[in-house]
């Protein structure tokens, strides 16, 4: 069940990516077709309302396969399930350990006033807690990526979807080019996408979601993307995405 409903996601969201194209095309030359009357308009409320029927689709597969792993049924990917709730639980601890060590005030550590870096794009930003991420995160981010050849990223995101620390190979310089940029300087960034917002914001034991990923430079790759709570001291911080290639 899990499989199929996975398979559903993946259909899904290449759908939705084709929508959003003739979304962007019918904005770009919907002023033209104005003098023609409203069927452009028609046409656009319909991409538009069967993208709303997709992203439903895409919300009820998702916990379809929720279910089905809860049961038991989620064995392909109860390793990395497993490995995701323990990386998440060692942030959590390190945070705390930051705490009570009075490296960070827990209210600078949940502080989400963003600074922008000035001159980045797309726009990078700084918040009170990104230098001790900086310092805490790497070890156990960087050996997730040793733990599959499947996984593509591993990453903690607050509750907005800010990314503060990423893996090395996605925390280059940003260059001059933004879409270079966008591929290979993903630190720094708020991704407050459906995925990446779900993902900071669940407070289940673990969220299993399906989606097509933007690598930037024009490149998509279909993946499953796991998370887990960061919890410190009761409070919900954010959570732990990890990310892999779909089989």
């Given at each position: 069940i899990a499989e199929a409903a996975q398979k559903s996601i993946a259909h899904a969201e290449t759908l939705r990516g084709e929508q959003a194209g003739m979304a962007q095309a019918l904005d770009t030359f919907l002023p033209t077709f104005r003098?023609?009357?409203?069927?452009?308009?028609?046409?656009a409320r319909g991409v538009h309302d069967a993208s709303q029927k997709v992203r439903t689709l895409?919300?009820?597969s998702e916990t379809m396969v929720q279910a089905s792993v809860g049961l038991g049924g989620g064995t392909i990917d109860q390793r990395f399930i497993d490995r995701v709730k323990a990386d998440a639980a060692a942030i959590s601890a390190a945070f705390e350990t930051a705490v009570a060590e009075r490296r960070i005030s827990l209210a600078a550590l949940f502080d989400q006033r963003y600074r922008e870096i000035p001159g980045t794009d797309p726009v990078q930003v700084m918040a009170p807690f990104t230098e001790l991420t900086d310092r805490l995160l790497p070890p156990i981010q960087e050996a997730a990526l040793d733990f599959d050849p499947r996984v593509i990223f591993c990453a903690a995101v607050d509750r907005n979807g800010y990314l503060p620390t990423h893996n090395r190979k996605f925390s280059h310089p940003q260059s001059a080019d933004p879409v270079w940029n966008a591929a290979n300087s993903r630190n720094?960034?708020?991704?407050?996408?459906r995925v990446g917002l779900k993902a900071g914001r669940n407070t289940e034991p673990?969220?299993?979601?399906?989606?097509?990923?933007d690598m930037g430079g024009g490149a998509f790759m279909m993946m499953k993307d796991l998370s887990a709570p960061i919890v410190?001291?009761?409070?919900?911080?954010g959570g732990l995405r990890l990310a892999y290639r779909i089989s």
């Amino acid at each position: 069940i899990a499989e199929a409903a996975q398979k559903s996601i993946a259909h899904a969201e290449t759908l939705r990516g084709e929508q959003a194209g003739m979304a962007q095309a019918l904005d770009t030359f919907l002023p033209t077709f104005r003098s023609i009357g409203e069927s452009a308009e028609w046409t656009a409320r319909g991409v538009h309302d069967a993208s709303q029927k997709v992203r439903t689709l895409i919300d009820r597969s998702e916990t379809m396969v929720q279910a089905s792993v809860g049961l038991g049924g989620g064995t392909i990917d109860q390793r990395f399930i497993d490995r995701v709730k323990a990386d998440a639980a060692a942030i959590s601890a390190a945070f705390e350990t930051a705490v009570a060590e009075r490296r960070i005030s827990l209210a600078a550590l949940f502080d989400q006033r963003y600074r922008e870096i000035p001159g980045t794009d797309p726009v990078q930003v700084m918040a009170p807690f990104t230098e001790l991420t900086d310092r805490l995160l790497p070890p156990i981010q960087e050996a997730a990526l040793d733990f599959d050849p499947r996984v593509i990223f591993c990453a903690a995101v607050d509750r907005n979807g800010y990314l503060p620390t990423h893996n090395r190979k996605f925390s280059h310089p940003q260059s001059a080019d933004p879409v270079w940029n966008a591929a290979n300087s993903r630190n720094r960034r708020i991704f407050d996408d459906r995925v990446g917002l779900k993902a900071g914001r669940n407070t289940e034991p673990f969220l299993l979601q399906v989606y097509r990923r933007d690598m930037g430079g024009g490149a998509f790759m279909m993946m499953k993307d796991l998370s887990a709570p960061i919890v410190v001291r009761g409070q919900h911080w954010g959570g732990l995405r990890l990310a892999y290639r779909i089989s």
